[in-house]
């Protein structure tokens, strides 16, 4: 089906909908519009059934949840409503196997009875239907209609800046993520807040996780340990080195399960380049600035290395024969 199309059928209907008295031939065609337009009628055919006297405006076949139905289609335009009557006589269609289903459309509503009948019997095989319902099924084939069009990238991509505005209003549910996607997520995140972003393929990742720059062109590097575990000093001495070979501005470690306190152990010295230390708070605050970033609520930082280093606490060199949590400054 074609979007334009779908498109058209829509201004179709509201052109309709602004009519006082409308011709049920009219409204008839517009609905066959609609249903061409969503790939079910591919065109309009007899409306009499051979097998009785009884008259529709049209019955067609369509492909509906895998399987071949013959539909029948009944148009009513704005001259008061549909009694119960009407939606029983298509029901007993339905109940001689004359017809997979009927579709009742009417502009001018639908009697209680007749949506009382419609809800008792053969639910689903015959749908009553107004202009809002109409234009209501028009906008989500059109939506379907787009992301059947995506490509996969575009599609994760949508799904990743999702997950990222979720968890700024629930970051409790962190966990949830699982650990490659986690590090995706907070790139889309690093874009939205204004980064020159890379995330690196996780066999080839040289020791971060995704690479940053700022406006002026300085590169940081971020590693994500979306772990349960604390991130030990393994983790912070292999980062320390990366950060010192690349001449990266400054590093960040974000691991949601905190950090052991022997972070220190194994490293001789801390090289010129500045490592901070984020937990699943810091990565719930950068949540939160994306929401504000896409929502319009927030205008871009200039100062993009504050925004992603602030709230952090940074690495200083310990004190001779001692590793504490104490011996960590907060960076301002």
Known sequence: MAKTDLLRARDALDVLVRKSDTPESEVSA?????LQAAGYAQGQQEARLPETSMRLDATF?????????RVGVEVRGMRGNVNGQTVYRAQDLVRKDLLDRVLIVSLGGYSQLARERAEEGLLGKVDLLDARDLRVWINKRIAIEDEANLPIPSILKRALRAMALHLATAPAEMDEVEWRMMEQLLGEVFEGLGFDTEVTQSAKDGGYDVRLKDRDAK??????????????????????????????????????GGF??????????????????GDRSKVAALCKAFYRAETQLWQSDDDLPA?????????????PKLAAPSDLATAI
């Open 61 to 69: 076949e369509a492909r509906i949840e895998d399987k071949t139905e």
């Open 260 to 277: 052991a306190d022997c972070i220190f152990e194994g490293l001789i010295e801390l090289q010129n380049t500045a490592i901070h230390l």
């Open 219 to 256: 590169v940081y590097l971020v590693e994500v340990k979306h772990w349960q575990t604390k991130a030990g000093s393994g983790v912070v001495k292999r980062f320390v080195e990366v950060n010192a070979k690349g001449g990266s501005a400054a590093g960040l470690i974000l691991s949601t």
């Open 307 to 319: 925004l992603l280093l602030g709230g952090t606490t940074r690495l200083t060199e310990p004190p």
């Open 30 to 34: 517009v609905v066959f519009e609609i």
